[in-house]
């Protein structure tokens, strides 16, 4: 692919491209801008990196159209974009190889108790249990089961040893990685006089909107009644816990490990940091950002806020009470200075008096 | 089923259960009271949902005769007990589907190499290693594995793809989630003088007591030598790690992604609040409370007790002390001040030594 | 197996062993200090279990050489050696009952589409991919799956129901627990203009190095391009998440449900505690120790260092901050006292101006 086509290419998804140095090197592969070698594209976004764009190897170099670039060398060329991310993504889009690692069809050793469109494909020992409704194209991986009852959208990718609970509605395009456990039983359980406890029957279910992505070992469970619900576009990383009557709202993304208790609604847009907890029973509204590890206790509703810390405040209290921590030092070595002229202004008053 | 039914049914668990309107209309199903429909029986049991009771469409409702409520409309009753969170339950297991997903028998593409009793189910592709007991009445999922020399008490279900490793001993009427992998060897590693490490052999077990209920993608060790144990009645959330040589006491509830490090004792009757964590070697007494995010360090024995932070304190004290916090803006402003008044007592003393 | 034997047994791995009392007892089993039977062999590293050493009826103690200790009873022998763990480490390797629970080569129901070494075994609903090289005597346990284009080194184990995604490498005595999850795809996604995200595909791969061991559950995702790395040795508790580009150094241990952010590295021979959390692009230098539940938020390199706290700090800061936190009760009843005094100073300045 030459760099004329990549610019091509890359004008279907972005608004302005323009390439400084010659647009006839030919690309046969991707890099990273540290060890991109000749043939291979590789880009930089960050200013960070700023400093490889004179020393890489790289035939051609995504860059932002902010960022301070010299000379491409000969046989290389800058290719400028707004977002230039958002390109190399595009880019890697058009290099990637083709998963192309399940065969044709139902696998031999599958067993599926309910239609599997042609399209779509299923993988050795994986099983599909009765009553369910498989969408086009999906690729139900090795050893994944779906319980009875199950929907799934068209085009999904389910990776193996994934467990769907019976109940569970899927829609398009999500792809949900290994082991992950969608529509477990929730967490209740009824406290008894004797201090045991009864469990409650879980009834409900979880429902996932078109163009999610579910991270390997995350759990989402099924509501005790009603439904646990992901919307459309959103993005959750591995190990994950979204507690039973959760929703979690558009393009929200969550990294990994961070748990979510029950009944807790997440709006739309948010960025959920790696760790993070909420307790049960609140409201995040839309546009807000929750830092890494923060413990969520109470609601939140303003677009923009950024929350942080344990528990979790708002950003500008949270670093407010980190520089009275950072000060707390001096404050000790203060209010020793100022004990001592305490002392000293009583003597001489004393002196005085006498 | 009537309300009249209804009534009767709950007295066969809660003691008083009093009917506030009709006794005649018909419950088809369940609901939760903001969006229950007619036909549908919810329950009220935390005052902050009392304002749904005049709105609700709800035919029944139950409700806790704590509550403050108005009369039923007409077509509806309210149906008063003590506890209403437990008749709701109750009243769940009523109408919970049965979930009849296994056929009878086992899977012809399951591999069993010991005796599974006729009124066990085992799904396809699950795999039961040699020298094993299983109980009655069974439900081993699709895909799940269970290695040599495990027992599995009756009356148990093991959700698709949760991993059994050999010499586990479960009792009768466990629920084990998908995904959960019980019985791997403990983290234990000898560092050697060239800084490498020599893996400690695990040779001993998991026990797993009657009616526990372990979480979907959970992991509980094995011992170095001896046992870790989970008492009767133990509820464990999804994402949970209970480390070698653990035990954890009878009807101790453990919230999703809590880990407890080696050789760590949690009594009976505790609560373990989501993402807490506990060091290795230390013991917490029966009857306490651990917040979320909480990182134990050591041993509390406190009946009653509240342990909440990081590290953690006992609530009192950790209440004090993020009271201080809250008062470090004002404290920083007091010894302004005070530094300025003593600075003029300073200047008024020289002036009047003057 | 003779105490003498037990002694020549150890000399092949320590340097010095000293048997104090008879050396002809026979010893059938190992067993805990606390609760170890006759014929069975016990060890004693830490102080606190010193006491044990007078009451346990264990016919052979491994005892540190700096700990104190009586005489043995009449049959019974105490070894004591330099490192009383590192020995007890290796006993147990002796005593160990083998894993013999997969039979010898592929079961009928596994699914492998690569070429199998006749000294390895693969066990019941496994999958094996197209074009991989599985090395010798491996153990592939029931429901593993190994898809397209992975390297599997020599004496490795993979448990049940672990995934490894394409084009894997792994190296010579690696261990991989149930449910493990290796090469999934790195959390990447382009922010779009309307708010939603477009996948980066993950078209890097996931290197392990030999004598690793990766715990149940525990996620490494496959790098955006390049390689995700765990090197030689390394050692990774419990539901652990290694996020896309990360490397991990030669013999780094890693405790359970801690999570690296991407592209972080992590060097060799540090000790990571669990639930400890890592942002993003930084990096730790090798022999650093991270406490449990710390958020390390920025680079680290000074060998030998310790660092805890949310956010994370070196520990020498820590304690003095935390030091600060336990005596700020104090410092409010100081500065009340202070204020006291300064407002008597000021009256009685009135009063002698007066």
């Known amino acids: 692919m030459r ?9 279907q998804a972005l608004p302005v491209v323009e390439v400084v140095g010659s647009d006839d090197i030919e690309i046969q592969n991707v890099g990273k801008i540290e060890n991109a070698k000749a043939g291979e594209i590789a880009f930089v976004a960050n200013p960070k990196y700023e400093k490889y764009l004179s020393e890489t190897n790289a035939s051609a170099v995504i860059i932002s159209n902010k960022l301070n670039h010299g000379q491409p060398k000969a046989n290389q060329a800058f290719i400028k974009v707004e977002d230039a991310y958002a390109g190399f993504a595009f880019i890697l889009e058009r290099f990637a190889p083709k998963r192309e690692e399940l065969d044709e069809g139902i696998h031999p050793t599958a067993v599926t ?4 469109p042609e399209t779509s494909r299923v993988g050795a020992n994986a099983y599909i249990g009765k009553n369910c409704r498989i969408g086009e194209r999906a690729k139900i991986y090795p050893n994944v089961v779906i319980m009875d009852d199950c929907v799934i959208g068209d085009d999904c990718a389910i990776f193996p040893n994934a467990t769907i609970y019976g109940g569970t509605k899927i829609g398009n395009r999500v792809t949900i990685h290994a082991g992950a456990v969608i529509g477990a039983d929730g967490f209740g359980f009824a406290p008894q006089k004797d201090g045991s406890y009864r469990k409650i029957p879980q009834i409900g279910a979880v429902i996932i909107e078109d163009d999610v992505e579910i991270g390997a070992n995350t759990c989402i469970d099924r509501a005790t009644m009603g439904e646990t619900r992901i919307a459309e576009g959103v993005k959750i990383d591995n190990l994950v816990q979204i507690a039973h009557n959760c929703s979690v709202g558009k393009h929200t993304v969550i990294a990994a490990q961070a748990g979510v208790s029950g009944s807790t609604k997440i709006g739309a847009k948010c960025l959920i940091g790696g760790q993070a907890g909420f307790v049960g029973h609140i409201e995040i ?36 009470q980190e520089a009275y921590q950072a000060k707390l030092g001096e404050l000790f070595e203060q209010i020793r200075r100022m004990e001592k002229e305490l002392s000293e202004l009583k003597n001489r008053l004393q002196t005085q008096a006498s």
Do not use: C, H, M, N
């Open 285 to 320: 509204g839309d546009g807000i950002t929750i830092g890494a590890q923060s413990g969520v206790t109470k609601s939140y509703f303003k677009k923009g806020e950024f929350i942080r810390g344990y528990p979790a405040r708002p950003l500008r209290e949270q670093l407010r």
């Open 113 to 116: 108790l309910s239609p599997v």
């Open 3 to 11: 760099v004329a086509e990549i610019r091509d290419y890359l004008l």
